[in-house]
C-alpha cells in the first residue's frame, strides 16, 4: 500500500471532515468564478453596445474662433475662414488603418429655413448612418424619401404639424412622414431631411456641416484613429468624444477591482476553514500517526500523507467549484443585463485558472497541519493511547 492510497482510504474514512473542505473550498472557489464570469460577461455586453451606441468621433470644418464668454455668459463668437468639408473627402476615411473599427459614418449638413414666419435649422443627414450613431431615435411615423421630412418633437409642436401635414421649405412642397420623439437634446429642435434633398435645398452640393463616426469602443485606438482621419482630410478638425466611453470603461475596471478584492477575501476565508479542520484532523489522529512513526514511516512520509489527502480535497473542490460558479452566474446575469443579451460561454482559462487556484490553497493551507504531523514524536504520541 503506498502513500496515495493510505491518503484516499483516510479521506474515507473520515467523510464528515473531507466534505467540510469539500465544501469550503468549493464555495470559495465557485464566487471567485461567479464573480470573474459575471463581470467578464458584462464587460463584454456593454462593449457590445458601446460599439454601436452614438458617435465618438466628429468631424468639423476647421475655423479661428475666438469665444466671447464671461462668468458663464455666452455672448456670441467670430469665426474667421470658416469652409465646409467636402463630401467626397469623407469616402477616405474608409481607407484609414484601422477602417475596420469604423461602425458608422454620418455626414450632416445644416442651414436656417423659414416655416411659418419661424426660423427653423434644417439638418441633412444620411439616416441608414444615423440608425447606428443614434440608436436611441424613435419615430412616430415612417423614414422620409425625397419628398419628405422628420421633425423634432419641439419643432412639431411649435409649428402644429403632425404626420402627414404639408410643409413648404424655400418653396419645396414636402410631407412630414414621421415626428422623432423627444431625445432631450437639440435634435428635438430640428427639421430632418436626406442629405442629397438637403444640400439641393440649401445650394450646399457636394458639402457637409459636419459627420459623426461611430468608432468601435472595445481596445479601438480612438486617439490614432482621430490623427489618421486627420490625415486623410486636412481641411477639417477631427476631434474625439471620449467621455462617455471613458467613465463606463473606468466603471467597469472599478467594479473588476472590487469583484477581484472580494475574490482573495473569499480564497482567504476558504484556505482558513481547510487550515482549521486539517489541524482539528491532525489531533484526532495522533494515535495513527505514531503508529505510522513507530512502524518505520519517516516525517516525510507522514508529511506527504496530509498533503496528499488535502491535494484530493482540494482538486474536487477546482471542479466542483468552476460548475457551481458557472451555473450561478448563468441563472442570474440575465436579471443584471438590460436587455437579457449578456451571455457566458465556459472559459478554459478560467476552468484551468479555478483548479490551480483550488489545488494551491487547499496545500498551502495544509503545509502548517503536515508540518506538525511530521514532528510528532512517536513516543508521545503512542503513550498519549
Known amino acids: 500500500m503506498n502513500l496515495r492510497d493510505i491518503a484516499f482510504k483516510n479521506l474515507l474514512r473520515r467523510k464528515a471532515k473531507a466534505l467540510f473542505v469539500l465544501a469550503g473550498l468549493a464555495i470559495g472557489v465557485s464566487t ?23 458617435a465618438n468621433i466628429l468631424i468639423v470644418p476647421k475655423t479661428e474662433n475666438l469665444s466671447l464668454t464671461y462668468g458663464g455668459l455666452s455672448l456670441g463668437g467670430v469665426s474667421f475662414e470658416m469652409q465646409e468639408i467636402r463630401e467626397q473627402d469623407l469616402t477616405k476615411i474608409k ?24 426660423k ?3 439638418a441633412g443627414i444620411d439616416f441608414k448612418a444615423n440608425w447606428i450613431l443614434k440608436p436611441w431615435w424613435k419615430i412616430d411615423g415612417t423614414i422620409p424619401g425625397e419628398k419628405g421630412v422628420v421633425l423634432g418633437s419641439e419643432t412639431a409642436a411649435v409649428l402644429g ?23 432631450g437634446s437639440q435634435d ?25 463616426v461611430a468608432a468601435l469602443c472595445k481596445d479601438c485606438p480612438i486617439e490614432a484613429m482621430v490623427k489618421q482621419i486627420s490625415d486623410v482630410v486636412p481641411g477639417a478638425k477631427v476631434m474625439a468624444i471620449q467621455q462617455v466611453v471613458k467613465s463606463r470603461m473606468e466603471a467597469l475596471a472599478q467594479f473588476k477591482k472590487f469583484s477581484y478584492g472580494v475574490s482573495i477575501v473569499v480564497v482567504l476565508v476558504g484556505s482558513l476553514v481547510v487550515l482549521v479542520t486539517m489541524m482539528g484532523s491532525v489531533r484526532e489522529r ?9 512502524i518505520g514511516f519517516r516525517k516525510s512520509h507522514v508529511f506527504g500523507i ?31 443585463s438590460e436587455s437579457g443579451g449578456a451571455s457566458i460561454h465556459p472559459n478554459l482559462e478560467l476552468i484551468g485558472g479555478s483548479f ?21 514524536d512517536p513516543n508521545q504520541a503512542l503513550n498519549a493511547i
Open 32 to 54: 471567485v468564478v461567479a464573480l470573474i464570469s459575471f463581470v467578464d460577461a458584462m464587460t463584454e455586453n456593454i462593449n457590445h453596445k458601446l460599439e454601436k451606441y452614438g
Open 95 to 118: 481607407s484609414i488603418k484601422n477602417a475596420a473599427n469604423v461602425a458608422g459614418l454620418g455626414p450632416m449638413v445644416f442651414g436656417v429655413v423659414n416655416v411659418d414666419d419661424h
Open 120 to 122: 427653423v435649422l434644417l
Open 161 to 183: 404639424l403632425n404626420q402627414g401635414s404639408p410643409v413648404t421649405i424655400k418653396g419645396r412642397q414636402l410631407i412630414v412622414s414621421g415626428v422623432l420623439k423627444p431625445t
Open 188 to 212: 428635438d429642435q430640428l427639421i430632418f431631411m436626406p442629405l442629397e434633398t438637403a444640400q439641393t435645398v440649401l445650394n450646399k452640393e457636394g458639402l457637409v456641416s459636419m459627420a459623426e
Open 286 to 294: 495522533t494515535e495513527e500517526i505514531g503508529i505510522f512513526r513507530a
Open 306 to 336: 496530509v498533503l496528499l489527502e488535502a491535494g484530493f480535497i482540494s482538486a474536487a473542490a477546482g471542479i466542483i467549484g468552476y460548475i457551481a460558479g458557472f451555473a450561478v452566474t448563468k441563472g442570474a446575469i440575465h436579471f443584471f
Open 356 to 376: 490551480v487556484l483550488a489545488v494551491l490553497v487547499g496545500l498551502m493551507a495544509s503545509v502548517y497541519p503536515a508540518y506538525l504531523a511530521s514532528r510528532m
